[in-house]
């Protein structure tokens, strides 16, 4: 059973300066909440109990939205507004979450060594901070852990790219494909499309053993100057099966602007108090 995960939140963001500068990528919000808060609730609803939020030190206001806000909540209680109160009280609750901070920004694979003496040794969930899913049937985190109770090794999370995109992800390289599972003997970060074994993209979330620290402890610095956590997954398949699982959920990379103003839109949409509006709106525009 898989009941820990982490979210690094850790990186500059500087696909989204200068707004970065001051405020996490993570706390960007869609309309009233902030993306952070949408991965801490996948993470809740497909069983995790409790999550590590890897952060640095200019990303105090994830910190701050996790925690009760007391003056806050006194103020919105004395002036009757039961229903803000509820809605500010109750973020997150139902699951534990913990903090650390990654000191110095030397990767994805280096922010996720930071959650070793939390996880221990027990496989976990990883949750990219500016990877949001809206799950179809279930919630894309739950579609990953479904597979791992079947296989019991680690599952890398893919979705299908075209193929001029495969240079943006890292590309799996099956070996064999079961419905949407795939064992894989390699992931090719950002091929030449004409190179690409395939076209699943690695998308954000991953269940890995934890012999993935050892891999991350060894590793040396790749692409960027960063420790690479596809790279160490690399070296973990010398040693473990490692699979991937095409997942039905919708992905938005909110750390790209269209992407981000796409996840907007569709949460607008979908929310009955803002969608006769926003048709109108979109409508106007043409
Ligand atoms: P990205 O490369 O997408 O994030 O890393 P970034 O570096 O913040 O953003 P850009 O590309 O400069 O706009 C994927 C995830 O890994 C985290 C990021 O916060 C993001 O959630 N990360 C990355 C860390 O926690 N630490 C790092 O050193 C690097």
Redesign the pocket.
């Known amino acids: 059973m898989i009941k820990k995960a982490v979210i690094?939140?850790?990186?500059?963001?500087?696909?989204?300066l200068p707004i970065t500068k001051a405020i996490p990528?993570?706390m960007l919000p869609i309309i009233d909440r902030p993306t952070i808060e949408f991965i801490v609730n996948e993470a809740k609803e497909s069983g995790i109990e409790d999550i590590l939020i890897?952060v640095?030190s200019n990303k105090n206001a994830i910190v701050d939205y996790f925690d009760y806000n007391i003056e806050l909540e006194t103020i919105l209680k004395s002036k009757g507004k039961e229903e803000l109160y509820q809605k500010v009280h109750k973020i997150a609750e139902g699951v534990n979450i913990f903090f650390v901070r990654?000191k110095e920004?030397?990767?994805?694979g280096?922010?996720v060594l930071q959650a070793e003496a939390f996880v221990g040794n027990e496989p976990f969930a990883v949750l990219?901070?500016?990877d949001l899913y809206v799950g179809k049937e279930k919630p894309a985190l739950r579609e990953l852990m479904d597979v791992y109770e079947d296989k019991k090794r680690s599952v890398l999370g893919t979705m299908e790219v075209t193929l001029e995109n495969t240079s943006k992800y890292g590309i799996c390289d099956p070996i064999n494909t079961e419905g949407n599972v795939m064992l894989l003997k390699g992931v090719v970060e950002k091929p030449n499309p004409k190179d690409a074994p395939s076209r699943h993209a690695i998308g954000?979330r991953y269940i890995l053993s934890p012999a993935i620290f050892n891999s991350l402890k060894t590793q040396e610095k790749g692409v960027g100057g960063?420790i690479q956590l596809t790279d160490a997954i690399l070296n973990l398949m010398k040693k473990e099966d490692v699979y991937a699982a095409s997942l039905q959920a919708k992905r938005y990379d909110v750390?790209s602007k269209i992407d981000y103003i796409e996840a907007i839109i569709d949460f607008a949409l979908k929310d009955e108090t803002l969608r006769p509006d926003i048709i109108k709106l979109l409508k106007q525009k043409g």
Do not use: C, M, N, V
Request: proline letters at 4%.
């Open positions: 690094p939140a850790a990186g500059y963001g500087t696909r989204f990528k993570e890897i640095s990654q920004q030397l990767g994805l280096h922010a990219l901070g500016d954000g960063e750390g």
